[in-house]
């Protein structure tokens, strides 16, 4: 926090600081109240507060009418955060007399907005504003203030639900902890601890402590005792700001004062291989610059980042900068987000939801409530992003609110905060998302991946895709260590899932999310995969028809085009396509609907250039249910197209 009035001071009474200036009159004439206050101010000229409080606490014993001592008091105690007393010393200033120095009303209302007394603050800025040959930078200040404390009287008065709950020694210390980030599915947290150094230097005061990263495990609902991430990420420079990708294998963060940083703090990357971290890599120029590029957010495809700067090109202190990935898998040149979201201000610790429509961000440039605020944007189907809405009172407050982090499902914020009893100065809390600010409903597919005995894990290439489109929203690989898998499904779309290993069958699946009510929040699959050997079958879960109709529907491209990229990648491989229904309706019709649907995909194949001579199909009709016929599960998973390997030359 800077000085509030220091260079007010300065500007009218220069002695203030200075107890060489004997010639100044004094509203005292009480000598001993003056040699106090002297003593006070050579203590607090070398930032010894405590030193001058005492002082000035005997001066005004000595008279308590002395307006140079109180606003002295008020001006300590404001730069120790204590704005409670600084107020009542700058209300007692201007009761002893109002027009003595007309800034103790705009230093006694800054005070008040540190307390949340907007009211009062109102008032006292308002008579402020009526002081002749203000400068225009101080009136403009001012009525800025007086515009936070309109809208933030507002805010009080209408509190949004908040209730937050400390997360507990094990993630917090009595050092400081802040910007918390969870994988997906919450099971796993990292946060950013400042803690001291392990070679303590002398002389080094605050340099003696560094910031790393720890994290922690959540079992059985109880989150383990949180510990270093370690190398190699950290080290003893500062770590911080960092981001994880939706299943925790993939961190993008901040790291300074590196010989090989382009600037004072760098984004870096590194990738996770079973519990082993890469060794981080500098994103580069398109994505750094020579100033100070940090806090990163991945949207939750991976194509997209989201990171703060200071940058030349922006709209004021610190932006709002996005990249996106290419078709190649490198980073494009930064662009700022633009004048929606940055201002004149300062824009920081951006998080986009893994609904890619949702950021948060924290902003002093839009009307708050104090400091800095909590805000969040959403973008429309276009991709344009509205208006930055406040998160109210009493989330935000007078103070500086400085990031948050929004669960997958949307229910559950995280966020640092100093002003909550807790560990130490700064503790990381949870507490339940209200529904004006949740973003859009996630699920999410977890699982592993492994060969058909189940014990040896597969890095297999898996694929979400948008079953409406045809396009593929999310590609990546399953961790080769343990198999293990994780990708977000955003609600409003049906989606398809490829998982395919060369040397094995693929694996099909599909998920509906169009729904936003009945969405599911998390689909749990091992799924384990066949060798390419005659006998074995394979269900096309993302082959659909239209109802009593052999019609394929547009949706089942994608499934066609990953059945034919399977057989070029195996010219040996003859199969079979076997239609299936359930015991709805007539059994003669349900044969010959098997029939004609067997029939329609063999078509399609036919049109991709696979050979005739590869290919049969076959219906089925009801003869050959996987499942009961008397539920709705149990029909549709009837319902269904598959193939079988009939021979490899």
């Known amino acids: ?258 010989a090989e940083g382009l600037g004072s703090c760098d984004i870096y990357y590194s990738k996770k291989t079973g519990d082993l971290w890469s060794y981080p890599v500098n994103l580069g120029s398109r994505v750094n610059s020579k100033e100070w590029d940090s806090q990163p957010t991945i949207s939750f495809d991976g194509n997209t980042l989201y990171f703060t700067s200071t940058r030349p090109g922006g709209s004021g202190g610190s932006d709002i900068w996005k990249t996106m990935k290419g078709p190649d898998g490198s980073w494009g040149t930064a662009v700022n987000m633009g004048n929606v979201i940055n201002t004149p201000g300062n824009e920081n610790s951006p998080f986009i939801h893994t609904d890619n429509q949702t950021l948060y961000f924290s902003s002093n440039g839009h009307q708050g409530m104090g400091d800095a605020d909590l805000f969040l944007c959403r973008a429309d189907s276009n991709g344009q992003w509205g208006t930055p809405e406040n998160l109210g009172y009493p989330l935000n407050t007078s103070g500086e609110e400085f990031s948050l982090f929004v669960s997958t499902s949307g229910n559950t914020g995280y966020f640092a905060s100093e002003r909550l009893k807790g560990a130490g100065s700064l503790d990381l809390f949870s507490f339940e998302m209200f529904d004006a600010i949740k973003p859009r409903m996630v699920s999410y597919v977890k699982g592993t991946v492994t060969d058909e005995s189940g014990k040896k894990y597969l890095d297999a290439k898996f694929e979400i895709i948008d079953n409406e489109t045809g396009k593929v929203i999310v590609s990546s690989v399953s961790d080769k260590v343990n198999g293990a898998f994780l990708v977000c499904l955003p609600s409003g779309k049906d989606y398809g899932l490829n998982v395919s290993k060369e040397g094995y069958l693929f694996y099909s699946d599909h998920f509906s999310c169009k729904d936003p009510t009945g969405i599911r929040s998390a689909f749990a699959i091992d799924i384990r995969l066949k060798t390419a050997k005659a006998g074995e079958k394979v269900i096309l879960k993302n ?107």
């Open 1 to 258: 926090m800077p000085k509030i009035f220091t260079l007010l001071l300065f500007w009218i009474i220069p002695f203030f600081y200075c107890s060489a200036q004997k010639d100044y009159k004094y509203s005292t004439k009480s000598k001993s109240a003056i040699r106090w206050f002297e003593k006070a101010a050579i203590a607090y000229d070398y930032k010894k507060h405590q030193e001058a409080l005492s002082y000035l606490t005997e001066a005004v014993k000595d008279d308590p009418d002395f307006i140079e001592a109180h606003m002295m008091m008020g001006d300590a105690y404001a730069d120790t955060k204590d704005f409670t007393n600084s107020a009542v010393h700058y209300k007692r200033a201007v009761e002893i007399n109002p027009g003595f120095f007309p800034q103790n009303f705009f230093n006694l209302a800054k005070s008040e907005m540190h307390i949340e007394k907007y009211d009062d603050a109102k008032v006292h800025l308002e008579k402020f504003l009526t002081v002749s040959r203000l400068s225009p930078a101080l009136k403009m200040k001012a009525e800025k203030m007086l515009a936070t404390c309109r809208y933030a009287s507002e805010k009080v008065k209408n509190p949004v639900p908040f209730n937050p709950v400390n997360m507990g020694d094990s993630i917090n210390s009595v050092s400081k902890e802040y910007l918390p980030v969870l994988t997906a599915d919450e099971q796993v947290i990292v946060f950013t601890r400042m803690k001291p150094k392990q070679v303590q230097r002398p002389g080094a005061g605050s340099n003696n402590l560094e910031e790393d990263f720890f994290t922690s495990v959540r079992q059985n609902g109880v989150w383990q005792q949180a510990t270093p991430i370690g190398q190699p990420i950290n080290t003893d420079l500062n770590e911080g700001g960092q981001c994880l990708s939706p299943d925790g294998r993939s961190i993008f963060y901040t790291g300074c004062d590196r």
């Open 543 to 649: 082959i659909f028809f239209e109802t009593n109709s052999f019609q394929m529907m547009p949706s089942s491209f994608p499934e066609i085009e990953k059945l034919t990229g399977f057989l070029n990648s195996n010219p040996k491989i003859r199969i079979e396509i076997g239609g299936h229904t359930d015991n709805t309706g007539d059994e003669n019709s349900n044969q010959l609907l098997s029939e004609k649907r067997a029939r329609s995909v063999y078509d399609h194949l036919l049109k991709t250039g696979i050979s005739a001579s590869r290919l049969t199909f076959k219906g089925f009709g009801e003869s050959r249910p996987v499942a009961g016929n008397d539920t709705d599960d149990g029909r549709a998973q009837n319902r269904r197209t598959e193939f079988s390997i009939t021979g490899v030359n």
